[in-house]
Every structure is written in structure tokens, then in C-alpha cells.
């Protein structure tokens, strides 16, 4: 019998689910607009609408699917995309009836060079994501270290419903997911709605190239509204905006030298991204792979803005107040989304209401008020999911006062410093060189940008001064806060996200409208802007083919995929392991397998859309669940996988809620010949994995529905 093509598999769902998300990604957008004539929706042209549709529909979603999910579960929520979609049929209906088409034509000629773009992202979005498959062995990306968990997520929105469960841990009762899952949410729709034709994990995929499409669609509003100079090169802008976004810093060069380290012996490792070498300050094409939901948040955040924008400049109280009220939806769906881009978006958001109240700016000030209100009362009962006990270090405070770490800054010997004093003395005198690095092209756009408006005789416009507080709100709390909550700084990593947004559009206003000006600087930003998109080629190279060069040898294994080099043999054995059970057992049914993982077990969150009763020795509880709880769970578990332990499966499924355990070749217990492994009969069974039945447990397949 032929092996499987699981690669063609997540290709084909993965399309598919891409062509399902237009019914929570576009239309309900586009119906909205229409219905409240937002941005003067009416009377702009097809082109203006389509590109609109979907950063409002990530902006409106995800809090209506929220609040409408926790208030009638399912049926509410596609009750209300089926009136969205009946809303948009009846507009598209009433304009043919009535034969008004739209104000400008989509020319074929004026769209080829964003289709060519959009054809590209399609290509590097499902590509680079999904199962590579040679034969009998199987290659998940680097990137599946966040998306594997993002999966769970995906999945247990689907199964459990709103709120979601911590799929990590299943103690028996349900806990509640402490997350930011609003984008995951979204994602679940699409897999709810069709499970056979898209996986979770295909719906993921799915989900982000179309938040990558919303960047895009997002980053020409912006042009239209905020950029200054010639709007009839309104296109031309648009097109060097997208290309900027596939953009990163001077990241490569760090990175080489430590590739040429490794390989002359100076360091035991090789990163599997190029962003890995320092504190991350992720870029656009990194961040969407990595972390679709601060994408997502970015642009509702974005998008809430925008609305505000338009709301002081609307005429008349109802438009006011529609743009205004929208725009309160937007931010819930930011901070459900991801919390820490709404925390610094809602930083910004204060910085500019002292700055309205100082101009007088009454209406923008009102705006902001209203805004506020509505955002505060919808985002309510996502607040109260985020209380309980959770992680080890909960009850500290989750921000702490830094200075952007530096990796380099490790060179310089600073015995007996206290750290305290090391930030402060050798990180922040090295920050420059740091955002030189990390920002490379556009903060060398940047520096020219202010040098030229110092040198112009005309003060800052309104939407100049925005961008600008943004900007230095962003990057003021990415350099001098971190985030506590778990080792990573989430915070430094996606707060930084709405500066890169404002230095896009610089870096768009410099190139588009000074070319005479840039002729003394074009050597150095050509350079710069080579060395950002061979980092990106890079970084999409290393990401897609690290396991496979690990078990060529090439560079050391990575112990969360695998101690040794047969990471593609036991991936292909654990996908068949994991699909096998998604048909054997029910999507309420719980398994385990030895929770003493390094970092994490991807390929069970990647492939068996079931829960875990304990996902790592912590039981996942960073998300949700009390640590109490979870020590007795872990020990018994931890003496059911060492090796000499006589514990039968009767015994530990007495006593730990599973309806499959599982065994893997990496396990202690799986070396030892008279351990239940081998004495215990298996349900399925290959070289790396053997599955075991809880006596008890599920004994047939059920309808996943």
C-alpha cells in the first residue's frame, strides 16, 4: 500500500480553507461598510471597497463572533454570516437591478502588478507552512513551534465553543482558556463550517494569508487617508508599500557571522531564523507566519483608527457617531486578538488625546472618548475569562521596567556589574547600534524623513503628527517594558508592530515622492534594502528546510523536534499515529503522552485535534488552570513513563482522565522490554508510536459533529 501524501493533503486544504474565509473575511466587511456608508463606502470605487472589506471585516469580526458566540453559542454566530452574506447578495443585487455600476471600473492592466503580489504571498504562505514530504518522511516547518500550539487553540474553539477550553489541560472539569484567541477564533469558523475539507491546522494556514491580504489592503487605506503628496501616484505608492512589507532589518548580518561561527567551530548551534539572533523585533512577512494574531490585531487596531480618523472629519452627528462606535468594535477586536498590540495601541490612543485636548481638537477628542466607552463595555467579558488561577508567576505584575536587551552586548565583560546597572550602562548606549541592526532600511528612511521635515518651512499636518506619535509611543514602551508573564517578551516582540507600520509609510513617502532628494543617500539605501530582502530569503529558506538539513547532518537536531536525525521518519510516524486516533476517537475524547517534553510535543498539537489532559510538566496552566491541580496529574504520569515502573494502564487510567495514552520511541518506559508498552496490547501501532485504549474509554469512532 502507498504511503500517504500528506503534503498534498495540507496543500489542498489549505486552499480550501482559503477560499472559505471570504465568508468571515470579506463579505461581512464589505456588507458593513455598505449598510453605514463607512469611509464614504457609497461612493468609492470597486477597487476601494474590495481592498476595504477585509481589514474591516478583521476589525468587526472577531468581537461580534465573540459576543454573539458566548450569548447563542454556534447557531448565533453563522446565523449572523448568513445575514451578512444575505446583506451583501441584496447590495450586489440592488446595483445590477438598478443598473449603477461602480463609480471606476477595476482595470484588468491597473490590478496585474497586486495580483502578481497576491499570487506570490499565496505561494510563501502555504508553502512555507506546510508538511514537507519526501517518501516516508515528513518535515514541519521551524515556525510550527508557535503554530502547533495555535492549532489546539484553533481546534478547541471549534469543539468546545466560546469561551474555549485550555485544550492542555483536561483534568476531568473544564478549565477556561486564559488567551488572546479572537484571530483563532475566526480560523475555527472556517473549520467548524467544513471540518472534512479543512483541518485546523489547514484553517490556520488559511487564516494567514488572508490576514496577509488585509496588511496589504490595510497598508493602501492608510496611503489614501494619511500620506501626503500626490495621491494620483496613489497606486504607485500602494505597490512599493507591499514590497516594503516583505522587507526586514540588517538581521542577516549577525545572523552569517554566527552561521560562520558554528561551522568553524565557535558555537554549538545554528539559529532556524534569521530574527532569532537578538531580541526579536519582528518584521511584517516574519510575524504574519509566526504570529497571525498580532496581525490580526494590528490591523483592527489600525483599522480603529482609521475609523476615528474619519470620524472627526465626518459631517454630521450620524456619521460621527457610526465611525465612532465602529471604531470601539475595532479595538475589542485588538485586544481579544492580541493584548499586547492593544496595549500599545491603547498607549498611543491616550498620547493622543492629551495631544487633542492640547490643540483643542474637541471633536477628535469626543471621537477617542466614544470610542473608548464602546470598546470598554464589548471587551468586558473577555476581561472576566482573564481572572483565576493560571501560571506559576500569575500573581507578579506582568510588565517589568527594562532596556531592550542586545545580544552583542554579551561581548563586553562587565564582571561583578550588578543587572540592573548592565542594562542601564552597556544596553542603552548600545540602542543605537541595536535599531540599526534590527530596523536597517527604514530607519535609515526614517532619519531622512525627519531631516527633511525639519528642513521644510511648513509645521507637521494632523495625520503626520499621528503617525509620529505612534511611532515613538511604540517604540518608547518596546525599549523600556517587557512583558513577565512567560520567559518570552511578547511585548518587545509584537508592540513594535504599529512602529514598522508608520515607517513603511515613510520609507513609502521618501521613495515615491523625493527621488532628487535621495541621490546622495542611494548607495546606502540600496544597500540596506538588499541586505533586508536577502535576510527575508534567508529566513524563509532556514524556517522551511531546518529539520530536513538536521537529519542530512548538516546542522545540529533541534531537541523539541527531535534528539537525533530521524526527526522526518518519527514526523511521518506520529502524523499517521495522530490521524488514525482523530478517526478512532471522539473531538471530546482526551490523550496523553509522557508531558515531560522538550518545550513542547508539536506534532500532537499539530495532528491530533484532541486535548490533552497534561500538555507539558505544567500543565499548560500559563493558559489557564490552577497549578494545584496539575502536580498530582503530572507525577503519576511521570511514573508511568520511566522506565521500571510496573504500573499498569488500568491503574493510571483510574487515575488520569485519557482516553488514549500514548507511547513514543523517545520515551524511557519504551526501552524497557517488560513495561506495558510491550506487555499491553496496542490499538495502533507503527516503529516510532503505540497507542493504548483506556479501559473505559471510547470504544468506536464517532461523528466529530
Same mark, same amino acid.
Not at 517534553?597 to 485535534?609: D, K
Given at each position: 500500500?502507498?504511503?500517504? *501524501?500528506?503534503?498534498?493533503?495540507?496543500?489542498?486544504?489549505?486552499? $480550501?480553507?482559503?477560499?472559505?474565509? &471570504?465568508?468571515?473575511?470579506?463579505?461581512?466587511?464589505?456588507?458593513?461598510?455598505?449598510?453605514?456608508?463607512?469611509?464614504?463606502? $457609497?461612493?468609492?470605487?470597486?477597487?476601494?471597497?474590495?481592498?476595504?472589506?477585509?481589514?474591516?471585516?478583521?476589525?468587526?469580526?472577531?468581537?461580534?463572533?465573540?459576543?454573539?458566540?458566548?450569548?447563542?453559542?454556534?447557531?448565533?454566530?453563522?446565523?449572523?454570516?448568513a445575514a451578512a452574506l444575505a446583506a451583501f447578495?441584496?447590495?450586489?443585487?440592488?446595483?445590477? @437591478?438598478?443598473?449603477?455600476?461602480? &463609480?471606476?471600473?477595476?482595470?484588468?492592466?491597473?490590478? @496585474?502588478?497586486?495580483?502578481?503580489?497576491?499570487?506570490?504571498?499565496?505561494?510563501?504562505?502555504?508553502?512555507?507552512?506546510?508538511?514537507?514530504?519526501?517518501? *516516508?518522511?515528513?518535515?514541519?516547518?521551524?515556525?510550527?513551534?508557535?503554530?502547533?500550539?495555535?492549532?489546539?487553540?484553533?481546534?478547541?474553539?471549534?469543539?468546545?465553543?466560546?469561551?474555549?477550553?485550555?485544550?492542555?489541560?483536561?483534568?476531568?472539569?473544564?478549565?477556561?482558556?486564559?488567551?488572546?484567541?479572537?484571530?483563532?477564533?475566526?480560523?475555527?469558523?472556517?473549520?467548524?463550517?467544513?471540518?472534512?475539507?479543512?483541518?485546523?491546522?489547514?484553517?490556520?494556514?488559511?487564516?494567514?494569508?488572508?490576514?496577509?491580504?488585509?496588511?496589504?489592503?490595510?497598508?493602501?487605506?492608510?496611503?489614501?487617508?494619511?500620506?501626503?503628496?500626490?495621491?494620483?501616484?496613489?497606486?504607485?505608492?500602494?505597490?512599493?508599500?507591499?514590497?516594503?512589507?516583505?522587507?526586514?532589518?540588517?538581521?542577516?548580518?549577525?545572523?552569517?557571522?554566527?552561521?560562520?561561527?558554528?561551522?568553524?567551530?565557535?558555537?554549538?548551534? %545554528?539559529?532556524?531564523?534569521?530574527?532569532?539572533?537578538?531580541? /526579536?523585533?519582528?518584521?511584517?512577512?516574519?510575524?504574519?507566519?509566526?504570529?497571525?494574531?498580532?496581525?490580526?490585531?494590528?490591523?483592527?487596531?489600525?483599522?480603529?483608527?482609521?475609523?476615528?480618523?474619519?470620524?472627526?472629519?465626518?459631517?454630521?452627528?450620524?456619521?460621527?457617531?457610526?465611525?465612532?462606535?465602529?471604531?470601539?468594535?475595532?479595538?475589542?477586536?485588538?485586544?481579544?486578538?492580541?493584548?499586547? %498590540?492593544?496595549?500599545?495601541?491603547?498607549?498611543?490612543? @491616550?498620547?493622543?488625546?492629551?495631544?487633542?485636548?492640547?490643540?483643542?481638537?474637541?471633536?477628535?477628542?469626543?471621537?477617542?472618548?466614544?470610542?473608548?466607552?464602546?470598546?470598554?463595555?464589548?471587551?468586558?467579558?473577555?476581561?472576566?475569562?482573564?481572572?483565576?488561577?493560571?501560571?506559576?508567576?500569575?500573581?507578579?505584575?506582568?510588565?517589568?521596567?527594562?532596556?531592550?536587551?542586545?545580544?552583542?552586548?554579551?561581548?563586553?565583560?562587565?564582571?561583578?556589574?550588578?543587572?540592573?546597572?548592565?542594562?542601564?550602562?552597556?544596553?542603552?548606549?548600545?540602542?543605537?547600534?541595536?535599531?540599526?541592526?534590527?530596523?536597517?532600511?527604514?530607519?535609515? +528612511?526614517?532619519?531622512?524623513?525627519?531631516?527633511?521635515?525639519?528642513?521644510?518651512?511648513?509645521?507637521?499636518?494632523?495625520?503626520?503628527?499621528?503617525?509620529?506619535?505612534?511611532?515613538?509611543?511604540?517604540?518608547?514602551?518596546?525599549?523600556?517594558?517587557?512583558?513577565?508573564?512567560?520567559?518570552? *517578551?511578547?511585548?518587545?516582540?509584537?508592540?513594535?508592530?504599529?512602529?514598522?507600520?508608520?515607517?513603511?509609510?515613510?520609507?513609502?513617502?521618501? @521613495?515615491?515622492?523625493?527621488?532628487?532628494?535621495?541621490?546622495? /543617500?542611494?548607495?546606502?539605501?540600496?544597500?540596506?534594502?538588499?541586505l533586508g530582502a536577502a535576510g527575508v530569503v534567508?529566513?524563509?529558506?532556514?524556517?522551511?528546510?531546518?529539520?530536513?538539513?538536521?537529519?542530512?547532518?548538516?546542522?545540529?537536531?533541534?531537541?523539541?523536534?527531535?534528539?537525533?536525525?530521524?526527526?522526518?521518519?518519527?514526523?511521518?510516524?506520529?502524523?499517521?499515529?495522530?490521524?488514525?486516533?482523530?478517526?478512532?476517537?471522539?473531538?471530546?475524547?482526551?490523550?496523553?503522552?509522557?508531558?515531560?517534553?522538550?518545550?513542547?510535543?508539536?506534532?500532537?498539537?499539530?495532528?491530533?485535534?484532541?486535548?490533552?489532559?497534561?500538555?507539558?510538566?505544567?500543565?499548560?496552566?500559563?493558559?489557564?488552570?490552577?497549578?494545584? %491541580?496539575?502536580? &498530582?496529574?503530572?507525577?503519576?504520569?511521570?511514573?508511568?513513563?520511566?522506565?521500571?515502573?510496573?504500573?499498569?494502564?488500568?491503574?493510571?487510567?483510574?487515575?488520569? &482522565?485519557?482516553?488514549?495514552?500514548?507511547?513514543?520511541?523517545?520515551?524511557?518506559?519504551?526501552?524497557?522490554?517488560?513495561?506495558?508498552?510491550?506487555?499491553?496490547?496496542?490499538?495502533? +501501532? *507503527?516503529?516510532?508510536? $503505540?497507542?493504548?485504549?483506556?479501559?473505559?474509554?471510547?470504544?468506536?469512532?464517532?461523528?466529530? $459533529?
Amino acid at each position: 500500500m502507498s504511503a500517504p *501524501n500528506f503534503m498534498l493533503d495540507d496543500i489542498a486544504g489549505s486552499l $480550501r480553507a482559503i477560499c472559505l474565509f &471570504p465568508l468571515f473575511l470579506a463579505i461581512p466587511g464589505y456588507a458593513a461598510a455598505w449598510a453605514l456608508d463607512l469611509l464614504d463606502f $457609497r461612493r468609492r470605487s470597486e477597487a476601494f471597497r474590495l481592498a476595504a472589506s477585509v481589514p474591516l471585516s478583521i476589525a468587526f469580526c472577531p468581537t461580534a463572533t465573540y459576543l454573539l458566540g458566548r450569548l447563542g453559542g454556534w447557531t448565533a454566530v453563522f446565523a449572523f454570516y448568513a445575514a451578512a452574506l444575505a446583506a451583501f447578495l441584496w447590495t450586489c443585487a440592488g446595483r445590477i @437591478l438598478r443598473r449603477r455600476p461602480s &463609480p471606476r471600473a477595476i482595470r484588468y492592466r491597473d490590478w @496585474l502588478p497586486f495580483a502578481v503580489a497576491a499570487a506570490l504571498w499565496l505561494l510563501i504562505a502555504v508553502l512555507s507552512q506546510v508538511d514537507l514530504q519526501i517518501g *516516508n518522511r515528513l518535515y514541519f516547518p521551524v515556525s510550527a513551534l508557535d503554530n502547533s500550539l495555535r492549532t489546539t487553540f484553533v481546534h478547541s474553539v471549534s469543539s468546545s465553543g466560546i469561551p474555549p477550553r485550555n485544550p492542555l489541560f483536561s483534568p476531568g472539569t473544564s478549565v477556561t482558556l486564559r488567551y488572546h484567541y479572537f484571530w483563532f477564533m475566526m480560523c475555527a469558523l472556517v473549520e467548524r463550517i467544513a471540518p472534512r475539507m479543512a483541518s485546523a491546522h489547514q484553517a490556520l494556514i488559511g487564516g494567514t494569508f488572508w490576514v496577509g491580504l488585509g496588511l496589504m489592503a490595510l497598508l493602501a487605506l492608510y496611503l489614501r487617508f494619511f500620506a501626503e503628496g500626490d495621491r494620483a501616484a496613489l497606486r504607485r505608492k500602494t505597490l512599493t508599500g507591499i514590497l516594503l512589507l516583505g522587507i526586514t532589518g540588517l538581521d542577516i548580518i549577525p545572523s552569517f557571522f554566527l552561521l560562520v561561527l558554528h561551522f568553524r567551530g565557535g558555537l554549538p548551534f %545554528v539559529l532556524p531564523s534569521v530574527e532569532w539572533w537578538n531580541e /526579536h523585533v519582528d518584521w511584517f512577512l516574519y510575524s504574519t507566519v509566526w504570529a497571525p494574531h498580532a496581525m490580526a490585531a494590528l490591523i483592527a487596531a489600525l483599522a480603529g483608527f482609521l475609523l476615528l480618523w474619519q470620524a472627526a472629519e465626518a459631517a454630521g452627528r450620524a456619521s460621527f457617531l457610526k465611525h465612532a462606535g465602529c471604531a470601539g468594535i475595532a479595538l475589542a477586536s485588538a485586544i481579544g486578538a492580541s493584548i499586547y %498590540v492593544a496595549l500599545v495601541t491603547a498607549a498611543f490612543l @491616550l498620547v493622543w488625546a492629551v495631544i487633542t485636548c492640547w490643540k483643542k481638537w474637541r471633536r477628535r477628542t469626543a471621537s477617542l472618548l466614544l470610542a473608548g466607552s464602546v470598546c470598554c463595555l464589548l471587551a468586558f467579558p473577555y476581561f472576566l475569562e482573564l481572572r483565576g488561577p493560571a501560571a506559576p508567576n500569575a500573581g507578579s505584575f506582568p510588565l517589568q521596567l527594562t532596556v531592550r536587551t542586545f545580544s552583542l552586548a554579551a561581548l563586553i565583560p562587565t564582571r561583578g556589574l550588578p543587572a540592573a546597572w548592565r542594562l542601564v550602562l552597556v544596553n542603552g548606549p548600545l540602542l543605537p547600534l541595536n535599531y540599526l541592526l534590527e530596523f536597517g532600511f527604514f530607519l535609515v +528612511a526614517a532619519r531622512l524623513w525627519w531631516r527633511r521635515r525639519r528642513e521644510s518651512p511648513q509645521p507637521l499636518s494632523r495625520s503626520n503628527l499621528a503617525l509620529l506619535a505612534m511611532a515613538a509611543t511604540s517604540a518608547v514602551i518596546c525599549t523600556f517594558v517587557r512583558s513577565s508573564v512567560i520567559g518570552c *517578551n511578547d511585548l518587545g516582540w509584537r508592540g513594535f508592530l504599529p512602529a514598522e507600520f508608520v515607517l513603511v509609510l515613510w520609507a513609502v513617502d521618501l @521613495l515615491t515622492e523625493l527621488p532628487a532628494f535621495l541621490e546622495r /543617500h542611494k548607495a546606502s539605501l540600496m544597500l540596506c534594502l538588499a541586505l533586508g530582502a536577502a535576510g527575508v530569503v534567508y529566513d524563509l529558506a532556514i524556517t522551511r528546510s531546518y529539520p530536513l538539513l538536521a537529519d542530512m547532518g548538516v546542522v545540529p537536531p533541534i531537541d523539541w523536534m527531535g534528539p537525533d536525525r530521524q526527526i522526518g521518519q518519527r514526523t511521518f510516524a506520529a502524523r499517521q499515529a495522530y490521524e488514525w486516533a482523530r478517526t478512532a476517537i471522539p473531538d471530546t475524547a482526551s490523550i496523553q503522552f509522557n508531558p515531560r517534553v522538550a518545550f513542547e510535543e508539536a506534532t500532537a498539537m499539530l495532528y491530533s485535534e484532541r486535548r490533552f489532559v497534561s500538555g507539558d510538566p505544567g500543565c499548560g496552566n500559563v493558559f489557564g488552570g490552577d497549578p494545584a %491541580v496539575c502536580k &498530582p496529574i503530572v507525577a503519576k504520569l511521570d511514573a508511568f513513563y520511566a522506565a521500571g515502573k510496573s504500573d499498569s494502564l488500568l491503574e493510571v487510567c483510574g487515575t488520569v &482522565p485519557a482516553d488514549l495514552l500514548v507511547a513514543k520511541d523517545t520515551d524511557p518506559v519504551w526501552r524497557d522490554p517488560a513495561s506495558w508498552v510491550w506487555t499491553e496490547p496496542p490499538v495502533f +501501532a *507503527n516503529s516510532y508510536f $503505540r497507542l493504548f485504549r483506556c479501559p473505559g474509554g471510547p470504544q468506536t469512532a464517532r461523528t466529530r $459533529r
